[in-house]
């Protein structure tokens, strides 16, 4: 995996995580669908393997 697919990888995670962020701070049926299609999305692009994801990754935090 290049260093860039990795980055590309880190801000997809990082946008996921915003989403979920929002939807906990702000629990509405809108927020959840959209976090749920942002998932599903990704999930789909996974599958499909139109993006890399890590086989192993180090969280620093």
Same mark, same amino acid.
């Given at each position: 995996m290049s260093k860039s697919s990795r980055y590309e990888w880190r801000d997809q995670q @990082?946008?996921?995580h915003e989403s979920m962020?929002?939807?906990?701070?702000n629990p509405s049926n809108e927020q959840l669908e959209a976090v749920v299609a942002e998932m599903?999305?990704?999930a789909d692009a @996974?599958?499909?393997g139109s993006i890399e994801i890590p086989q192993r990754w180090v969280a620093y935090g």
């Open positions: @990082a946008a996921l962020k929002g939807f906990l701070a599903r999305a990704y @996974a599958q499909s």
